[in-house]
């Protein structure tokens, strides 16, 4: 017997899994400098740690891309829920460095598994603009999210709690959205062809997704590389590092739940190519800035990288439908893995500008995060040509066609 699909109650499970994806983040953010103290660990061992977070991301979403075809969603959310838990465990009962390199690792698997259960979850249960829109007002969890974290760890912090302590805040939001998913029914795949692998692949040989792939990877970097690294990049910089991550994720978070008449209005193509320009401002004025103008810069920044994740898999979706959940699960796969390549290299970017000046890492100066910050402009920087070159190519183009019924009485399992 089937039953009908609660889409509210899928999506506002899919949205406490994105709150503990994003938990994960911002507590990791918030008690990196403690880590680096107890375990005696380098800015580019921290690097390591963080890259495990990421790496353990994409490996998920390559293997669930697929998988979604085979198993569907609900097997895929079970598997994020019980990699959540895993990980969470063994890194509250860490002892050194590779213990956290293995329990972060599981954390960010299970943090990829849900992306690669509920992006095309959502893709599949709404249509037309409204794909775009419910993927942004998904993922505007994601900076929520990181809000309630930071907040939470800043809390904790100066009330003297272990990061241990912290990081088991996390498991809340991994239950509730287990207790959510909990003997529910999934839908099926809108799109023909888009749950068959084969023409998933074929899909994602065409130039245009390649091409977005190799974005996805610029715009991961550019959103995820100063926010992972907020406490040693910021905390000379005369103003909280937390506090900024909370007031960047808190604007990204309203910008995304209102991002519906924006997409409609420039089309993605617009939006991304004007985030790109703002983005690579808000980078460069936080390299520079000191006080209160760090607030300033930090907003900047955080309209500039609010629409990127979820725009890009709403363009895939749109444009792309034949890709199917596998091609979203790459491109979300693409994000994570270039941004964990570059976990070690920011922080031996830390560890030399530090040199540079006769300090160690964890007592390198507002110089040293500056400098830091200043390398990473490149990155939206190339973006600005590819999206402006992009915006030309596809201003005419309309949105693939496909079935705009949802497929909302046929689960599968």
């Not at 039953?3 to 499970?13: E, H, K, V």
């Not at 979604?68 to 009962?93: C, D, E, Q, S």
């Not at 420039?266 to 939006?271: C, I, K, R, S």
């Not at 973006?383 to 693939?400: Q, Y």
Request: glycine share 10%; hydrophobic share 50%.
């Amino acid at each position: 017997m089937n039953l009908t699909i609660n889409r509210s109650r899928l999506f506002n499970a899919s949205c406490f899994a994105i709150i503990t994806t994003a938990m994960a983040f911002a507590i990791r953010a918030g008690v990196l400098t403690q880590l680096g103290k107890e375990f005696n660990l380098t800015a580019q061992e921290l690097g390591y740690v963080n890259q495990m977070a990421f790496l353990g991301f994409p490996i998920a979403m390559i293997f669930g891309g697929p998988l979604y075809n085979i198993i569907g969603p609900k097997r895929i959310a079970w598997v994020a829920f019980a990699t959540h838990v895993l990980g969470l465990v063994l890194t509250i009962t860490a002892s050194g460095f590779w213990s956290l390199l293995i329990s972060t690792f599981f954390v960010g698997f299970g943090n990829g598994t849900v992306e690669a259960a509920c992006n095309p979850m959502v893709t599949d249960m709404y249509s037309g603009n409204q794909t775009t829109k419910m993927l942004n007002r998904l993922h505007m969890w994601f900076p929520g999210g990181i809000v309630i974290g930071s907040l939470l760890s800043k809390f904790m912090t100066d009330a003297g709690l272990s990061w241990q302590l912290q990081i088991s805040a996390i498991l809340i939001p991994a239950v509730i959205y287990a207790a959510l998913f909990f003997g529910q029914q999934f839908p099926a795949s809108k799109v023909e062809g888009a749950s068959s692998t084969g023409e998933n692949l074929k899909a994602m040989a065409s130039p245009l997704y390649l091409f977005m792939l190799a974005c996805m990877a610029l715009t991961a970097i550019s959103e995820f590389g100063p926010e992972q690294w907020i406490d040693p990049i910021m905390r000379n910089a005369g103003a909280n590092p937390m506090l900024i991550l909370a007031l960047v994720t808190g604007l990204m978070a309203v910008g995304r739940y209102f991002a519906g008449p924006i997409v409609h209005r420039l089309n993605p193509t617009g939006v991304i190519w004007g985030s790109s320009i703002v983005a690579a401002i808000g980078i460069y004025m936080m390299s520079n800035a000191t006080g209160g103008m760090v607030y300033l810069s930090a907003v900047i920044f955080a309209i500039g990288v609010c629409y990127f994740w979820p725009t890009m898999l709403g363009f895939v979706a749109e444009y792309i439908p034949k890709s199917g959940a596998f091609g979203l699960s790459i491109m979300g796969g693409m994000g994570m893995f270039a941004t964990s390549i570059f976990q070690p290299v920011i922080g031996s970017w830390l560890d030399t500008e530090a040199a540079k000046r006769g300090l160690t890492a964890e007592t390198a100066d507002l110089a040293t995060g500056q400098a830091t910050l200043g390398h990473m402009v490149i990155f939206p920087l190339i973006l600005i040509v590819a999206f402006g070159i992009l915006f030309f190519v596809m201003r005419n183009r309309k949105p693939g066609h496909v079935d705009e019924s949802v497929v909302l009485n046929q689960p599968i399992q």
